[in-house]
């Protein structure tokens, strides 16, 4: 894309192109995401498409669906986002725009070389970190690169008050690299068995925990108010928020293995924990819908604000789940079940993929610097995964309690598989129909590039609308 | 409300050094436990019985092994299969002994291949469950054994002889590595269970 030389202060300040890369990479993956994840459902229908290919075995397919989702589609979106915000709220430049395009070139080419390895047969065993272990240490450098560029900005600021966005992108920029290594390498060199999934699952919870969740709150925490034009209605609570974020989060891990050989102290300490993270969620949620409470008629008006409701109703819902679901009680029951698998679409989807789609519809038609295509099809579009997610939100988590209590009363394993087969048609169903929401997406998404250019032709030089 | 930001750097500093604390309290230290315990290298000491004509020393069998988990793990068979058998939910009467943290402290289980979703049933007490003919012709086409099966067929793993699918290597370290599972647990005298006691009940 060719910017206008650039003039004002404004302008210069954000790297619009970065921006816009890490965004078009984004979508380009949750195709990837979709395409491989709606594969693999069809293996539960017996229907799977490519049966006897060994390069697009199911189970790497698997393992390609969920890493492009964390790594392909959300790490893209919140870079895009952090890209901007960042800048934005510092009133620096990042440290250095031709390290943003090696970090962005460097990154993408690693995710792309994960997905062409995994399909190889070189996966690595371990859950959300099944990138190559011969990528691993490339990964880590180019994500602490990302991090140098950008707290370099945020350590220059000299304000007293920062915005609590850049609390929380702070302390994810110190935390994700430590989490990365810590996850992909101990396990896989150094600590088998039990021990190894001790670490594992620190790994595991700590990507969503401190990676994902506190740059998504980060980013809706600035996008809300901005877009809404209205004040953020607490900025101690998010304070509050933030360091509950911190208390808590770190110490959930061994949930994710409750009744394994794992010691019991640790399983109960981190079920404590667990329940413990409800001080984030509900300062979090309260402040969010407060502020939309403050003017309610923008739910209508403003499809941008709906994404970011439906966001945060999501993640009410799904922190509340986990109340529940963390109990041993309950664990009985749901662990290794479809419930776990409903429960993380529900957040990386509902919560976290709406939050980010959200930044996408406020930022791509601003820096082309046109509206939106057509508002019609955004309908479309968040009208598709809204009603998509929540069914596929209740249908996995009926399936989850079906197997789960057949699995309790001894019965036949094949016999839960039987009895799982309606609820797995209606999920791919709703798989198909998150396809056509995002299809909807991308087709709006080209025709307001192809507007922008038609606007420049007519010699209107596009400009970025600052926010 | 003023009050409380005031302390923001405080409380950004105690967020980071929360995480190491975490670390420590709920990783190293249970690590640290753990690891005293016991910690056995040595996966396998002969070549067993069923497996005597395709591997002839035990360090083929210790390749194969080895090979085995690794097909294990590249083909995502523990995103579908569990390896541990849990203290509820009748568990220790569907699958075996209740896992104890000991038993996985082997090379093989560098990474560690709990798994978190059971699409299929768990495998970590699946040696002798079945014999190697079933478990080939199970892993070359489920539904032929199974017929509701939803596991993917791994038919690459085979080559065809004279009409007749004939495992490959592959095949025969997936094997391998399946009997495997489980088998240190019943010849280990300080375990707890008895294996042999606590079977499935007969189907009704
Ligand atoms: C899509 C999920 C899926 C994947 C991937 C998968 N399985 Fe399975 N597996 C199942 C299901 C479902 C069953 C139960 C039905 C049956 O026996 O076929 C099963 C059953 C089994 C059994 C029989 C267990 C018993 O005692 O009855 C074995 C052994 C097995 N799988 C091994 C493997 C191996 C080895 C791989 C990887 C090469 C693998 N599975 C990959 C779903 C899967």
């Given at each position: 894309m060719n910017q206008s030389p650039q003039t004002t202060e404004a302008k210069t300040l954000v790297d619009y192109q970065i921006v816009t890369w890490h965004f078009l990479a984004s979508i380009l993956y949750i195709f990837v995401a979709i395409l491989a994840g709606l594969s693999f459902s069809l293996q539960f229908l017996q229907?799977?498409?490519?049966?006897?290919v060994e390069l697009l075995s199911p189970g790497r397919i698997r393992m390609v669906h969920t890493q492009a989702v964390a790594f392909g589609w959300l790490a893209n979106g919140f870079f895009a986002v952090l890209y901007y915000v960042v800048p934005k709220l510092t009133g620096n430049r990042v440290l250095h725009t031709t390290l943003s395009r090696i970090v962005f070139f460097a990154y993408n080419g690693l995710v792309l070389g994960a997905v062409a390895l995994i399909l190889l047969g070189?996966?690595?065993?371990l859950e959300w970190a099944e990138t190559p272990a011969v990528l691993d240490p490339f990964i880590a450098i180019g994500v602490v690169l990302l991090v140098i560029n950008l707290m370099v900005p945020i350590i220059k600021t000299r304000a007293s008050k920062m915005y609590v966005s850049l609390w929380y992108i702070s302390a994810a920029l110190i935390w994700t690299p430590i989490v990365y290594v810590l996850g992909n390498f101990l396990p896989q060199y150094f600590f088998a068995g039990t021990s190894g999934a001790t670490i594992s699952s620190m790994y595991i919870h700590d990507l969503v925990g401190l990676f994902v969740t506190p740059l998504g709150i980060a980013s809706v925490y600035y996008l809300l108010p901005v877009v809404m034009k209205k004040p953020l209605y607490s900025h101690a609570l998010s304070i509050i928020g933030f360091w509950g974020l911190a208390f808590f989060y770190p110490l959930n891990s061994a949930h994710h293995y409750l009744?394994?050989?794992?010691p019991m102290w640790t399983q109960y300490a981190s079920i404590v924990a667990s329940i413990g993270v409800h001080v984030v969620v509900y300062t979090v949620v309260f402040n969010l819908f407060a502020t939309i409470a403050s003017d309610w008629t923008q739910l209508a008006t403003n499809h941008v604000v709906r994404w970011i409701f439906f966001g945060t109703l999501a993640y009410l819902i799904t922190c509340v789940q986990c109340a529940v679901q963390v109990t041993l009680s309950a664990q009985s029951i749901i662990?290794?079940?479809d419930w776990v698998v409903g429960h993380s679409h529900f957040v990386l989807f509902g919560v976290f993929s709406f939050w980010v789609t959200a930044w996408m519809y406020y930022l791509l038609p601003r820096i082309w610097g046109?509206?939106?295509?057509s508002e019609s099809l955004a309908r479309w579009h968040f009208w598709m995964q809204t009603l998509a997610i929540s069914i596929m939100q209740i249908d996995l988590l009926s399936a989850g309690l079906v197997q789960g209590m057949m699995w309790k009363s001894l019965s036949p394993f094949i016999d839960s598989v039987a009895a799982s087969m309606p609820f797995w048609w209606v999920r791919t169903f709703t798989g198909i129909m998150i396809l056509v929401g995002e299809v909807c997406f991308l087709i709006n998404i080209y025709l307001t590039w192809q507007d922008s250019r038609v606007t420049k032709q007519n010699s209107l030089t596009p400009q970025p609308i600052g926010a | 409300m003023g009050f409380i930001e005031k302390f923001s750097g405080v409380f950004l500093i105690a967020g980071i050094l929360m995480f190491f604390s975490a670390v420590i309290g709920l990783a190293a230290i249970p690590v640290w436990m753990l690891d005293r315990t016991q910690a056995w290298?040595?996966?396998?000491?002969e070549v067993p019985e069923d497996f005597k004509d395709d591997f002839k020393t035990v360090d083929e069998y210790k390749a194969a092994l080895f090979k085995g988990r690794d097909l294990y793990i590249a083909e995502a068979c523990w995103h579908c299969h569990s390896q541990f058998v849990r203290p509820t939910a009748n568990e220790s009467l569907r699958y075996g002994p209740v896992s104890m943290?000991?038993?996985?402290?082997?090379?093989?289980n560098l990474p560690q291949?709990?798994?978190?979703?059971r699409v299929g049933p768990?495998?970590?007490?699946?040696?002798?469950?079945?014999s190697n003919d079933w478990q080939y012709a199970h892993l070359y086409k489920p539904t032929n054994v199974v017929?509701?099966?939803v596991m993917p067929s791994y038919s690459w793993y085979f080559e065809i002889k004279d009409n007749v699918p004939v495992p490959k290597y592959e095949a025969k370290a997936i094997v391998a590595y399946l009997q495997w599972l489980g088998s240190t647990v019943k010849d280990r005298k300080e375990s707890e269970y008895d294996f042999e006691q606590e079977q499935l009940p007969p189907r009704q």
């Open positions: 229907k799977y498409p490519f049966p006897g070189h996966a690595q065993g009744f394994s050989p794992i662990h290794f079940t046109v509206p939106i295509y | 290298q040595d996966v396998a000491r943290p000991g038993e996985s402290q082997n090379a093989l291949l709990f798994g978190t979703r768990d495998l970590s007490r699946e040696s002798g469950k079945k017929p509701q099966s």
